[in-house]
């Protein structure tokens, strides 16, 4: 089974932000390989490690990325495509486009990917990579198995689970509780900087940077109002529980 | 600048949620003084029209057929196309619940559209709409415009203000929808499990428990302060994992987002991925029996100690306030 997994680095969720001319600040932040798209790699290479066949991690992004490929390629993936091509740093459209096309001229039998990046939490290239390429896709998947030439997926739908099949080739995003991610090993690590990573450009892929431009612009970035420093009440019990409700009636009305 | 708006009405089992006519009050601002219609989507559902048309939506396109009884990504996003070539939108709203956020990018990637996610504010900037989303798990916030013929946006309840009562009728009309015989998608089974009672991302007031409700018994105290405010009852991932609860009550960054006024967090650390599925509450009160626990940060009120104590005390005085 060829299987390829689209990936992001995305900050640590620990990481404090801090914004900087219009802009959020990098310096002193912590990469991360982006929680979901974790779910996916594991998933894969489960999946290549049952039924044979190879995983190609493919990403968009600046060198710093390399970092959230080298582990992908530890975890066990055997390939990576990295686009560094600045003219493919744009909103969800930009990305889809150019993923869909990087994924296009390969042969594959499964895309997955995480359902959401936890940096923007936007969870829509994902979806429009899977119609731009004219598959059918299951999202917020928690378990999936491949029977023939179908992929059968439980899909997380608000509390209820859906179980859901589609036929090959299809996309699915990975859910939180789909598997546990493997962490790499020092030889995984080791075979990583071996492994095949291959940069590709907008031009290369035949794209027109223009065409696929972002449609999505920024207008202002900032951080939520201060918090006045909240409460903490003191007293026995019974007395912060009077004090609780006479603020949320009296202060906060909110009851 | 005029434009015309559609907005894909969210429903919970039969009926219309409110975000629904969050998505018809945002419709009109932005419209600007063009036509704002609602697509209706599901199995029995054309009596839900009159309510749409009586709040906000001068045109009501029914999508209503055995075909959508069960959310089927082709279907749904067949007809929100189906709608789009009837009735030639600018902008296109979706809630963003599981079916919008599933069908939003499609129809986004059909027209090579922009699309903004989790939208909490919309406002017309000249002749550009600017929609407010958060970033960073709800630690940052942007505000984006969108560039092209059509914009996309999904739209977090308990956020916009919903359109005034208009009292309209008619203009309802069944929108014929066509897709192939069989889609490639398959739904084989579905396992309902998500409770009745007070929707939660469409509550006003949420008690929630964590780890530290230590049990499937531990969340009783929480259900019955919960009875008495009129509040829906969620939960963070920890309890759910823990088996404490069922997974359609959790509150994170993989579980519902929920906007309240006011936030009853008991047992609850406070993880990064917790506060980004409720951070934005308007108030939020925190009971912890650890006095350095993350949630008391973002608490408006803390309350260190232990919730088995607490908790029925609040429940105590709550009675007293509403008897």
């Known amino acids: 089974m060829n299987i390829i997994v689209c990936i992001k680095q995305t900050f640590d969720t620990e990481a404090r932000i801090v914004l900087e001319n219009d802009a959020v600040k990098e310096d002193g932040v912590q990469f991360i390989l982006n929680p979901y798209d974790e779910y996916a790699v594991e998933e894969a290479i489960t999946l290549k490690e049952a039924t044979g066949g190879m995983v190609t991690v493919v990403t968009v992004g600046p060198a710093r990325v390399e970092e959230a490929i080298r582990t992908a390629l530890a975890m066990g993936a055997d390939e990576a495509i990295h686009v560094a091509d600045e003219a493919a740093f744009g909103d969800e459209v930009t990305v889809s486009e150019v993923l869909a096309a990087v994924i296009k001229g390969r042969p594959y039998d499964l895309i997955i990917a995480g359902n959401q990046a936890v940096d923007d939490g936007s969870g829509q290239v994902a979806v429009r990579v899977a119609e731009l390429l004219g598959i059918p896709h299951i999202s917020t998947v928690t378990k999936l198995e491949i029977n023939g030439g179908e992929v059968i997926a439980e899909r997380d739908a608000e509390g209820d689970t859906e179980i859901v099949s589609a036929p090959l080739p299809a996309l699915v995003t990975a859910q939180q509780g789909l598997n546990e991610p493997r962490y790499p090993s020092l030889i995984g690590i080791r075979k990583a900087s071996k492994k095949p990573l291959t940069k590709m450009t907008v031009a290369e892929l035949g794209l027109d940077a223009q065409a696929i431009a972002s449609r999505v612009s920024v207008v202002a970035l900032f951080l939520p109002a201060a918090k006045g420093a909240g409460r903490v009440l003191e007293g026995d019990t019974a007395a912060r529980a009077q004090t609780l409700f006479h603020e949320l009636r009296q202060t906060s009305k909110v009851l | 600048m005029i434009r015309n708006v559609l907005v894909v009405a969210d429903l919970r089992g039969d009926q219309l949620r409110n975000v629904s006519f969050e998505a018809l009050g945002a419709a009109r601002t932005i419209a600007d003084g063009g036509v704002v219609a609602a697509l209706l989507i599901g199995r029995g559902v054309a009596g839900l029209a009159a309510s749409l048309r009586a709040q906000g939506a001068d045109q009501v396109y029914v999508a209503d057929g055995e075909e959508f009884g069960q959310y089927v990504p082709e279907h749904y996003a067949a007809a929100v196309e189906q709608a789009i070539e009837t009735f030639s939108p600018q902008a296109v709203l979706f809630a963003h619940s599981a079916i919008g956020r599933d069908v939003a990018p499609m129809v986004a990637a059909r027209h090579k559209a922009g699309q903004a996610s989790d939208v909490i504010q919309m ?201």
Request: hydrophobic share 45%; with cysteine.
């Open chain 2, 123 to 323: 406002e017309l900037a000249g002749a550009d709409v600017l929609f407010t989303r958060p970033v960073y798990a709800g630690k940052a916030f942007v505000k984006v415009k969108i560039a092209g013929d059509l914009i996309v946006a999904t739209i977090r309840p308990n956020n916009l203000a919903a359109h005034e009562e208009t009292g309209a009728t008619g203009n309802v009309a069944q929108l014929p929808v066509r897709f192939s015989e069989s889609v490639p998608t398959q739904v084989r089974e579905v396992l309902k499990k998500a409770v009745a009672g007070v929707d939660l991302s469409e509550a006003k007031i949420i008690v929630s428990g964590g780890r530290g409700v230590k049990s499937e018994e531990g969340f009783a105290p929480l259900r019955e302060l919960a009875a008495v405010l009129g509040a829906a009852v969620g939960a963070s991932r920890g309890a759910c994992d823990a088996g404490y609860c069922d997974y359609s009550m959790q509150i994170g960054q993989t579980g519902k987002v929920v906007t309240p006024d006011l936030y009853i967090a008991c047992g609850i650390s406070g993880a990064i991925q917790h506060l980004a599925g409720m951070s934005n509450s308007k108030v939020i009160v925190a009971i912890n029996k650890d006095p350095e626990a993350p949630i008391f940060k973002v608490a408006d009120y803390g309350i260190v100690g232990d919730l088995f104590e607490v908790v029925p005390a609040l429940t105590e005085e709550a009675r007293k306030l509403f008897a």
